[in-house]
């Protein structure tokens, strides 16, 4: 199993919302959803997995290894090999949409351009390779958003609300896109989403959260 | 390590404050003491009149000029509109004290304006009455017009950034700008207003220069002439504690200021459409926003320009390339040096944003409050005590070092802001996208931080720069006795009534000054763009 959360448990400080008794398992190689409504916890879910935040009670699990515990983070984010591709994209504005695919990038030297080529052909940003993120439109952004966190050659992906700030005809087709290359891949992924058709559509497996429990 | 630096630098700005509030505590020697009686009996009280009359009439003409100045140039559309708003901030490359002795020669019996008099009228000393400008209001002029861009600066943007919905609904119910003004935008500006009249407040509790050059008995100029006159560190230090709480006062009142600054509703930018002025109300208009250029600005450069012209050869030959050096070196070395200080700083609290570290980084940026002399006295008292303790020679006493601590502790906190708006223009999902992707702290900061952050360190550098550039008292009191800047050779020249010979380097102080103010100026915006 890739991922997996015993009892997960996370109060905001001075707020009266987070996650309580989280429990669930992603398999490797599937691709689960997590829905609920705004507030719900999801997004706080998925920072817990990604070592943002740490868990007051409970364990997080990534291929079998602990890498959190009650108030404790094992192992870090950085060293958790997961990727993330977050709502607002988060491209560094500064660097080209080529650096920013090969920013984490373990490959050696001589294999990035390759790979690079090869992850911009199948996302179909080729023509955009030397271009700057504010001067691509939102679906080439988030394209290149799930390219970078893919060139990363994660265990597990992680994606908070990745299409939600697309229109609904781009949006169907980005999400087919990347869903197809997330499947190809035979990536673990976890998707955040608030729209259940999208969710039925996208995952293997479906987790509700409601009121931050499970 | 990150914490570590930030604290200590921490620790660097609170102990000269520490060591000024323990000079009453020192046991003193007879002559100290009688020192002590002799300014508590005969100075004492004028020192806290002078000081408190300086402070609030400086404030009072900064927020008056200030604010009118902003609210006609964000609101109405007039002639010549375009340059006067660029024009408006050079007032900040021009320090109060070379502004101070253009005015007090200009006024003198012997300047320009009683000369031309007598020569039309013929009139004969004791014929006439000439007003006098070397005194409490010719000071609170000089420095209040030298601070009119704190004010204009922070009213314009927050008459800017006022909702535009705010002026629909008003003019619906048949309110005109005047009223909407008074009613509503400027009770709404108000917290902006009230910290750009604070700053002016501290800029003239900080002052030695124009109070000593206009003959005021502030607390400024006080320990300055304890300290260089009476030869008596400890009574500077004495005064330097009673200003230190009426500096604190102030602080407290601008913390209760800044908590209600929360409730002042600036929650958009518009693009306001400037209403345009009929002829007549242009010209007002017009004029008004060109008073501060010429009395900051133009004024004092024509001055100083017909001193030069009185003996061009001599004055030239005078202007040594060593005070422009010194002065672009120290201007460079602290715009340098207080920015990476400011930079660890944003960057500790960026990485560590919960605990301890933020009451400490809050506490280094008290320096930006506490008057140059203040700190000067504290710095000199602590490297003494700290050379006695280790029965060491003089290795920090009129040391380049020790002034470059001053100005690090002095403006740390003009230096930290940009620098921390700029890390929060910087989407802490950035950082998350790093270190997902495998990268530590370290490498986010080279990657991904550091080149979005060029044009508030830019920003910061020159901000600095201008400072140490104009600065005085602590240069003054710090600086190693073979070292002098533009500032203290102008200063030297025009205490000793010597306005010829201070004419060239306050020029090219002036000079130097501006370039710094018309990069600043480009700079502020470039960051509007980038935000």
């Known amino acids: ?214 | 390590m990150l914490r570590g630096a930030a604290l200590l630098f921490a620790a660097l700005c609170i102990a000269p404050l520490l060591v000024i509030a323990t000079a009453w505590l020192i046991a003193v020697s007879p002559e100290t003491a009688e020192a002590w009686q002799h300014v508590v009996k005969y100075l004492l009280t004028s020192y806290i009149i002078d000081t408190l009359l300086l402070g609030f009439g400086v404030a009072f003409t900064a927020v008056v000029v200030g604010v009118s100045t902003a609210w006609v140039s964000s609101r109405f559309s007039f002639f010549g509109q375009s340059i006067l708003q660029f024009a408006m901030i050079l007032p900040l490359a021009v320090p109060a004290y070379v502004s101070a002795y253009s005015y007090g020669w200009l006024f003198e019996y012997a300047g320009p304006l009683q000369t031309l008099l007598r020569d039309f009228t013929g009139w004969e000393k004791g014929d006439y009455y000439f007003p006098q400008f070397r005194n409490l209001g010719g000071a609170i002029i000089v420095i209040g017009f030298s601070t009119v861009p704190y004010v204009y600066l922070l009213a314009r943007t927050a008459f800017l950034t006022q909702p535009l919905e705010w002026w629909q609904a008003a003019s619906s119910m048949g309110s005109y700008p005047r009223h909407f003004f008074w009613r509503v935008a400027l009770p709404a500006a108000r917290p902006f207003v009230f910290a750009g009249g604070l700053l002016a407040l501290m800029e003239a509790l900080a002052d030695i220069g124009t109070v000593s050059i206009m003959g005021v008995q502030s607390f400024g100029a006080g320990i300055y002439r304890s300290w260089f006159y009476l030869g008596e560190p400890l009574v500077a230090a004495r005064l330097a504690a009673v200003l230190l709480i009426f500096v604190f006062l102030l602080m407290s009142v601008e913390a209760f200021n800044r908590r209600k600054q929360r409730y002042s509703a600036i929650i958009q930018n518009n693009e306001i459409k400037k209403i345009p002025l009929t002829f007549g109300k242009s010209i007002f208009a017009f004029l008004l926003c060109l008073l501060p250029v010429l009395v900051g600005f133009v004024i004092p450069i024509l001055v100083l320009l017909r001193l030069l012209s009185y003996n061009k050869v001599f004055s030239m030959a005078l202007l040594d390339g060593e005070y422009v050096w010194q002065t672009l070196r120290l201007g460079g070395l602290s715009g340098l040096l207080v920015a990476v200080v400011a930079l660890v700083m944003a960057l500790a609290e960026r990485f560590y944003p919960k605990g301890w570290l933020r009451y400490f980084t809050a506490l280094a940026n008290v320096g930006y409050a506490i008057p140059g002399a203040i700190l000067a006295v504290g710095l000199m008292l602590l490297f003494g005590w700290t050379q006695k303790y280790f029965s060491a020679d003089s290795f920090m006493t009129a040391t380049i070092a020790a002034l470059l601590i001053a100005y690090v502790v002095r403006f740390v906190a003009t230096a930290y802001q940009p620098l921390r708006s700029g890390f929060t223009r910087i989407p802490q999902e950035y950082d998350q996208a790093s270190a997902a992707l495998g990268k530590n702290k370290l490498v986010t900061f080279f990657r991904v931080q550091l080149p979005l952050l060029w044009l508030p360190l830019s920003v910061a550098f020159l901000v600095v720069f201008l400072d140490t550039v104009k600065e005085l008292s602590a240069t003054l009191i710090l600086r190693p006795f073979d070292v002098k800047n533009l500032a203290i050779v102008a200063f030297e020249f025009a205490s000793d009534d010597r306005h010829v010979e201070a004419s060239p380097y306050a020029l090219i102080l002036i000079a130097l000054s501006t370039v710094a103010v018309i990069i600043l100026f480009k700079l502020y915006d470039k960051l509007k763009v980038y935000r």
Do not use: W
């Open chain 1, 1 to 214: 199993m890739s991922v997996r959360l015993t009892n997960v448990t996370y109060n905001y400080p001075a707020a009266n919302r987070g996650v309580k008794d989280v429990s669930f398992i992603l398999e490797s190689g599937k691709i689960a959803c997590l829905l609920g409504p705004s507030g719900a916890g999801k997004s706080t879910l998925l920072k817990i997995i990604a070592g943002f935040v740490t868990p007051d009670r409970g364990d997080v699990f990534i291929h079998e290894q602990k890498v959190a515990t009650s108030e404790k983070i094992i192992i870090p984010i950085q060293k958790r090999e997961i990727g993330i591709v977050f709502q607002q994209h988060a491209l560094f504005p500064h660097m080209t949409v080529a650096d920013n695919i090969l920013y984490g990038c373990r490959r050696k030297k001589a294999e990035r351009t390759d790979f690079l080529n090869q992850l911009l052909q199948e996302f179909k940003i080729e023509i955009h390779k030397n271009k700057f993120p504010h001067e691509i439109s939102g679906g080439e952004a988030q394209r290149v958003a799930v390219a970078r966190a893919i060139a990363s050659e994660p265990r597990v992906l992680l994606m908070d609300e990745p299409f939600s700030s697309l229109d609904q005809s781009l949006r169907s087709q980005v999400e087919q896109q990347c869903l197809a290359i997330i499947r190809e891949r035979n990536l673990t992924a976890l998707i955040v989403t608030h729209d259940e058709a999208s969710a039925k559509n996208m995952g293997d497996l479906i987790i509700r959260i409601d009121q931050g429990s499970e």
